[in-house]
């Protein structure tokens, strides 16, 4: 047990920065271009901004909203998410976060005691690897996305990880960081052996509406019993700053998770919920349809320049840069091409991709991304 002035375990264990900790800047002292984070240059459609919403027409929009999150949003969250994964969905199995992020890790203090594993398809995304730490699990990296051709290879890596301290396995699709599509084969042979096994499923569904080659399956629509689905209004919508996600799941498993996020941040911002609920009854509908056209573009431009194969969905490319390392291996890599005006995440953050980088192809205006991606291919070609 620490004591002052130590820290947990768990502090020490999770990192501060997982998308580039490096402080140099680019030559020119200028912005370099932020091709780190995923984020979106575009603003939310109108009538999901924080200017268009006004107490007269909101009262009450400044003070706090039931946990769980406000009846009407979760009604029309269960309406959707039922239409979209074929699931019988009720008010009661769907919890609105403070991000999926904050989602994901509440899940974790629901579902998984300390000491026990998840299991993470990688590479993964970065934050659910601290986010297992902080609650005193253990991650455990399993390469699949980059590793294997067929589902039972990927279910061959996954037994082969498990032990008898894994209570639950985590994936994403469409993936980030590779922009692939996990289809139907492969997600029911992966959910059969999860349900087989009796593991939770941690399901990141956030890219949802940014497919552009075949169909997201819900794996929800596979293993309803079993699964948690997670959702970000960020990633559909532009409103990373809102904070604003959902979760669902078995009626007893999204109790559990109420009572952690209860007693972390309690609910989610009303005013980010009002937005998101504006949204999904019709104001974002065209603004998805618009970026789903443009983020195609951009991936498919992004990818060539890269010499990769276009994304099949998401927003993210994964190259790998080790014909371009030297001695001083990706440190002096990023740093190089920090000091070129150009960002973009390392590997490691991703799970065991030490000679690999991450891409996000809309997280700055087209010009500027067409830019960055080309001072990174320049570089990749030395």
């Known amino acids: 047990m620490p004591r002052f002035p130590n820290l947990s375990e768990s502090a020490r264990g999770v990192q501060g920065s997982v998308y580039s900790g490096l402080r140099k800047q680019p030559a020119s002292g200028g912005s370099p271009v932020p091709l780190h984070i995923g984020d979106t240059w575009m603003e939310p459609a109108?009538?999901?901004?924080?200017?268009?919403?006004?107490?007269?027409?909101?009262?009450?929009?400044?003070?706090?909203?039931?946990?769980?999150?406000?009846?009407?949003?979760r009604e029309r969250i269960?309406?959707?998410?039922?239409?979209?994964?074929?699931?019988?969905?009720?008010?009661?199995?769907?919890?609105?976060?403070?991000?999926?992020?904050?989602?994901l890790a509440a899940t974790v203090g629901a579902l998984v005691a300390p000491g026990e594993e998840v299991l993470l398809v990688a590479p993964h995304w970065p934050l659910i690897s601290g986010g297992l730490r902080a609650f005193g699990a253990v991650p455990v990296d399993v390469p699949v996305m980059t590793d294997v051709?067929?589902?039972?290879?990927?279910?061959?890596?996954?037994?082969?990880?498990?032990?008898?301290?894994?209570?639950?396995?985590?994936?994403n699709t469409p993936?980030?960081?590779?922009?692939?599509?996990?289809?139907?084969?492969?997600?029911?042979?992966?959910?059969?052996?999860?349900?087989?096994?009796?593991?939770?499923?941690?399901?990141?569904?956030?890219?949802e509406d940014y497919v552009y080659a075949g169909e997201h399956v819900y794996t929800r629509s596979l293993a309803p019993e079993n699964t948690i689905s997670v959702h970000s209004f960020s990633k559909a919508?532009?409103?990373?700053?809102?904070?604003?996600?959902?979760?669902?799941g078995p009626r007893n498993a999204i109790s559990a998770?109420?009572?952690?996020?209860?007693?972390?941040?309690?609910?989610?911002?009303?005013?980010?919920?009002?937005?998101?609920?504006?949204?999904?009854?019709?104001?974002?509908?065209?603004?998805?349809?618009?970026?789903?056209?443009q983020y195609a573009v951009l991936g498919r431009e992004a990818a060539e320049t890269l010499g990769l194969s276009a994304p099949e969905g998401s927003t993210f490319l994964f190259p790998d840069v080790s014909r371009a390392l030297d001695d001083r291996g990706l440190d002096g890599f990023l740093?190089?091409?920090?000091?070129?005006?150009?960002?973009?995440?390392p590997g490691p953050s991703f799970g065991p991709y030490p000679t690999f980088v991450r891409v996000c192809f809309t997280?700055?205006?087209?010009?500027?991304?067409?830019?960055?991606?080309?001072?990174?291919?320049?570089?990749?070609?030395?």
């Open 237 to 248: 919508f532009g409103m990373a700053g809102n904070r604003c996600g959902y979760l669902v």
């Open 46 to 73: 109108e009538g999901c901004r924080m200017q268009d919403l006004t107490v007269e027409a909101h009262p009450g929009m400044h003070r706090y909203s039931p946990v769980p999150g406000i009846p009407k949003l």
């Open 257 to 293: 998770i109420h009572r952690i996020v209860t007693n972390i941040n309690y609910s989610a911002c009303t005013a980010s919920q009002i937005a998101a609920l504006n949204a999904l009854e019709g104001a974002g509908r065209a603004w998805i349809d618009s970026a789903r056209r």
């Open 175 to 207: 993936h980030n960081p590779t922009g692939r599509l996990l289809d139907r084969d492969w997600l029911t042979a992966m959910t059969d052996w999860a349900s087989d096994h009796d593991l939770w499923i941690l399901a990141d569904d956030v890219y």
């Open 149 to 171: 051709d067929t589902p039972e290879q990927a279910v061959a890596r996954l037994e082969a990880q498990r032990s008898d301290r894994t209570v639950a396995v985590y994936w």
């Open 335 to 345: 740093g190089d091409l920090a000091e070129a005006g150009v960002l973009v995440a």
């Open 363 to 382: 997280s700055a205006p087209p010009d500027e991304i067409q830019r960055g991606v080309k001072l990174l291919a320049e570089r990749m070609a030395r």
């Open 78 to 103: 269960a309406e959707l998410h039922a239409g979209r994964c074929g699931v019988s969905t009720e008010r009661g199995q769907v919890l609105v976060t403070a991000g999926a992020t904050a989602g």
